[in-house]
């Protein structure tokens, strides 16, 4: 399935597959704040439509701290973390910048890449960040979400409970895996235009680009 | 008694004025009863602590004003400035659009996606709005990334280089005068009323002459002020949400004009609270949760 425009649109939701969960999704896959995908969740809502994510759910997925937050208390697993500006836990970590210029993550494996780091991530103690403290014996997986659905068999649950949660339409997942189990690490755009085939298939039959 | 803490940040007190005000609620929580902290952004896991927070710092949604005011709502605390104060408040698109879907009074104002950013799009507004135009970034704050434009060829350059910063920009009508009013209101209440006079031929507020002059700040008691002004005031403010609101108006021919709804509005001893000494207890109040 292909938009009918370049720009970020609006996907019509089948009502009898999704209820009331939203009218639109906002297939955009980036939602930073102040781009063009955030933009188009904003119209919806300013046009009284219920869109998926509205501009509150946008910030609330891309913020890490308050998506840690936010999964704590739907039940979703995450690291320990906290945020800090001086003081850094030991490695390895995982250091999201808090400020508007950047909010890249950065792993940082041992004692010396966060000497080296830890005046760059916080504007030397200007800016905050937040930490997340992994164990020694750990993998990263990215996964990639289409209306919370995945081939992967072992995400399908997890899956779908971050769809129900942050309610983005379209979400790159870092999650870090640990011998125990899976913590949510940090979500971030996962452009429309980077959708393989498979991912677009997904798409079938929930709606459609025209209401 | 409730647990109150002020959240604020070392870079953004920047003045003794604006550190005497923060005592200021915390002498106003004292005498109502209640502990106030201030808390900085390292100590944000004690935000659980408290029933209510207020912020006093830099607002932006990707600082960490906004974390606290989104954990705090999650965790069920009152919380100034809301959440969503700071989301319409700090994108001026957002912010514009609610005043116009209300019909608060405004400048004629448009809003332009990079591929408007044109020549052509230029001239036909100048003719539609008149000369100059102003030009602002969604999140410009103290008056930066805000340019007064007279010609096609500078509409464009000024708006490029503002959708660097974001997707989208915003055009108004230029409308000219020597003072803003500023309307302080907390949930549909008006706490406080001044004058922001410019500096001498100055036209934003953050401007000062070539001598050094600032901006006046001239304290007005809220009962003598224009029915119509504290009017207009709460319209906008009311289209914007419930939470603690500067709204900036210009008056031209007895009528008001809302040039801006503001977040977490300044509050600075000897300036804002001259003509409302209250200011300060209706705020504690508020977070407090006092009947």
């Known amino acids: 399935m292909t938009p009918n425009r370049d720009d970020p649109v609006l996907f019509h939701l089948d009502r009898r597959r999704f209820g009331d969960l939203a009218q639109v999704a906002n297939l955009s896959g980036d939602y930073t704040y102040l781009t063009s995908g955030y933009y188009a969740s904003l119209d919806a809502e300013l046009a009284g439509l219920k869109v998926l994510p509205t501009t509150r759910e946008a910030l609330d997925a891309y913020v890490v701290p308050i998506a840690m937050e936010k999964a704590r208390l739907a039940g979703i697993a995450v690291p320990p973390h906290e945020v800090v500006t001086e003081r850094f836990p030991a490695p390895p970590i995982l250091a999201y910048p808090i400020n508007p210029f950047s909010s890249r993550g950065e792993l940082l494996l041992d004692q010396e890449s966060v000497a080296a780091r830890r005046k760059g991530l916080t504007y030397t103690g200007k800016y905050a960040v937040l930490v997340q403290q992994l164990p020694v014996d750990h993998r990263i997986d990215v996964l990639r979400l289409v209306m919370g659905l995945t081939p992967v068999p072992e995400y399908a649950e997890l899956g779908r409970l971050l769809f129900a949660t942050f309610r983005l339409p379209l979400m790159k997942v870092r999650i870090v895996v640990t011998t125990k189990e899976y913590l949510l690490s940090a979500i971030e755009p996962l452009p429309f235009g980077e959708l393989t085939e498979e991912d677009r298939a997904q798409l079938e039959g929930m709606g459609s680009w025209r209401g | ?291």
Not at chain 2, 82 to 89: E, G, M, N, P
């Open chain 2, 1 to 291: 008694m409730a647990r109150l803490a002020i959240f604020t940040e070392r870079y953004t007190i920047r003045s003794s004025v604006e550190l005497t005000a923060l005592t200021e609620f915390r002498l106003a929580a004292f005498e109502r009863g209640h502990e106030l902290d201030f808390l900085f952004k390292n100590e944000l896991k004690y935000l659980k602590n408290y029933d209510g927070i207020l912020i006093r710092a830099l607002t932006d949604p990707l600082n960490t004003s906004y974390v606290v005011a989104r954990t705090a709502e999650m965790l069920g605390k009152r919380v100034l400035d809301h959440s969503d104060a700071i989301r319409v408040c700090c994108d001026k698109v957002n912010m514009y659009a609610r005043l116009m879907r209300a019909d608060v009074p405004l400048p004629e104002t448009r809003f332009l996606a990079e591929s408007e950013v044109t020549a052509v799009s230029a001239a036909h507004l100048f003719e539609e709005l008149g000369a100059p135009l102003v030009l602002k970034a969604p999140n410009s704050s103290f008056s930066a990334y805000v340019d007064k434009v007279a010609t096609p060829d500078a509409f464009v350059k000024v708006g490029k280089r503002f959708l660097r910063r974001a997707d989208r920009i915003v055009v108004q009508q230029y409308m000219p005068s020597d003072f803003d009013w500023r309307v302080i209101t907390l949930a549909g209440t008006v706490l406080g009323v001044v004058r922001y006079e410019f500096a001498p031929n100055q036209w934003k507020l953050m401007d000062r002459t070539e001598s050094g002059e600032w901006a006046k700040v001239v304290g007005i008691d809220v009962a003598d002020a224009s029915p119509k002004l504290l009017q207009v005031a709460l319209a906008a403010a009311n289209a914007t949400g419930e939470s603690l609101y500067g709204i900036d108006l210009k008056e031209i021919d007895g009528e008001f004009y809302v040039i801006e709804v503001n977040d977490n509005p300044t509050i600075a001893a000897g300036e804002e609270d001259q003509g409302n000494p209250g200011i300060y207890a209706a705020v504690i109040s508020h977070l407090a949760g006092d009947g």
